[in-house]
């Protein structure tokens, strides 16, 4: 869970970071797109290094959610009866969390791929054409509002993830403050405001 969640940490922030060049015009984003098929030649064929790395991340995917599938069996096998007071209980609230935000994050990135890689979902999808894929398709503001939500809900996700990643990884709470909450909010806060960015740039004209 740990480890496909450090790679798909990964991806989420490089992602957000590509995704400024949104601010920088149609001319530098377009060339980022086109850069990350032209990856890798002439040893590899276009498009070739993106379909490693694409082969890469979608494995983290499926040992992500197997795991989860798996732990939350675990789980539920090891607490059959449940807890009293649940809502009190930190670990079941972050678990909880986890799990929905999961399947929200799992929904928006199948709609997101046919809106914005695939663009059957897209009013206006001019293949190569990036800028305008991502203006065109935020102008729409319930669109904007989607992205939004599923935008906080992988904001959630990510703070109690990387909360948990410490657990995992056998780092303790130190006396005195928990700086891994700490960094955990970091970690989230920069993903999710740059990613909330896009939409709101397009709807207030800051962008298009
Ligand atoms: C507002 C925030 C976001 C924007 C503006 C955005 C924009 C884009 C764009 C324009 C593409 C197509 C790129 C291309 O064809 O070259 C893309 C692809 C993709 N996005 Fe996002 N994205 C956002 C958030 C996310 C999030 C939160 C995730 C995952 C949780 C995600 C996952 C993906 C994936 C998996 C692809 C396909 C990459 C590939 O294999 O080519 N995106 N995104």
Not at 14 to 36: D, F, I, R, V
Not at 51 to 67: N, Q, S
Request: glycine share 12%; with cysteine.
């Amino acid at each position: 869970m740990a480890v496909s969640g450090i790679a798909l940490f990964g991806f989420v922030l490089t992602h957000m970071l590509g995704n400024l060049k949104l601010y920088q015009g149609a001319e530098k984003l377009n060339a980022y797109a086109e850069w990350l098929r032209e990856m890798g030649s002439p040893a590899l064929p276009h498009s070739g290094a993106l379909w490693l790395l694409r082969a890469g991340l979608i494995v983290a995917v499926v040992v992500h959610i197997v795991c989860a599938y798996q732990l939350t069996r675990i789980n539920q096998k090891a607490r059959p009866v449940g807890y009293k007071r649940r809502a009190t209980i930190q670990a079941t609230y972050a678990s909880r969390t986890l799990r929905w935000g999961g399947v929200i994050i799992l929904l928006f990135v199948l709609y997101h791929l046919g809106h914005l890689t695939f663009g059957q979902l897209h009013p206006d999808f001019v293949a190569g054409d990036v800028y305008n894929n991502v203006v065109v398709g935020f102008s729409v503001w319930w669109v904007s509002a989607l992205y939004m939500v599923a935008n906080l809900a992988l904001g959630l996700h990510l703070y109690h993830g990387v909360w948990s990643l410490f657990q995992t990884l056998g780092v303790a709470a130190p006396r005195g403050g928990d700086w891994r909450r700490g960094i955990a909010a970091a970690f989230a806060f920069v993903v999710t405001v740059g990613n909330l960015s896009f939409p709101i740039a397009v709807l207030t004209g800051l962008v298009g």
